[in-house]
């Protein structure tokens, strides 16, 4: 069965860190893979995504996600961290084939102290 | 706010009560989802509409409903709302399955 992992439920960083988010899935093949982010009281956004081709993928706000089939690991990077990030990122598997559903992992809540 | 309105944003029901939430995307897409959010446990997929006109079950469907009414609308029924039903309501919309999905608001149901 199809499953997305994130082992880290919250990470502290200061601002001005570096980031390092981490996604773990299990899937046949290569699925679509997603990074989205969801601050207090508000919907999920779409970071960036990974389809196929160049397997390291810029998003929006000056995230990264970087994939690596032997591992199968998405993991989500960003090298400096702003106080606005703080946030809950979740990792995505999806796939464009009939009877697929977009499975998510549980989420990582973000702190970034000053 | 991603193409997509939610209502109500916040609703207190009693044990027993019915209640629909609403949802309306205007992007023109195909698929229209409905997942609760709980601490700790991530989005889980209530019900989803692959196109106008079907629907199906997703991984927590009991105590649920749903109506595709067009391809813009897609509303969720609690027949009879349970105090395990208190959760955070999203409703997100795709041009396909398993692609980009676009998120509402949510909304923010509690059941005395």
């Known amino acids: 069965a199809q499953s997305v992992t994130q082992p880290d439920i919250h990470i502290t960083v200061s601002e001005g860190a570096s980031l390092e988010l981490r996604c773990n899935y299990s899937?046949?093949?290569?699925?679509?893979l997603f990074w989205y982010v969801q601050s207090p009281g508000q919907g999920l956004q779409l970071l960036l995504k990974y389809f196929s081709g160049d397997t390291l993928v810029q998003g929006i706000k000056g995230f990264e996600a970087e994939f690596k089939r032997s591992q199968s690991s998405f993991n989500l990077r960003k090298p400096s961290v702003h106080w606005s990030d703080a946030a809950e990122y979740f990792c995505a598997v999806g796939r464009n084939t009939g009877g697929f559903k977009t499975i998510f992992g549980a989420g990582t809540r973000l702190f970034v102290k000053a | 706010n991603a193409g997509v309105t939610q209502t109500p944003k916040f609703q207190v029901l009693k044990t027993g009560q019915s209640m629909t939430l609403q949802c309306a995307q205007d992007m023109n897409h195909n698929s229209m989802y409905w997942y609760r959010q709980d601490p700790g446990m991530g989005l889980r997929l209530i019900y989803y509409s692959a196109s106008e006109g079907t629907t199906d079950k997703g991984e927590v469907p009991n105590g649920y409903n749903v109506s595709r009414l067009n391809k813009r609308e897609f509303s969720l029924r609690l027949e009879s709302a349970a105090p395990s039903q208190t959760s955070v309501y999203f409703c997100a919309h795709g041009q396909v399955e398993g692609d980009t999905q676009y998120f509402g608001p949510g909304t923010r149901l509690t059941v005395l």
């Open positions: 899937y046949g093949a290569t699925p679509y």
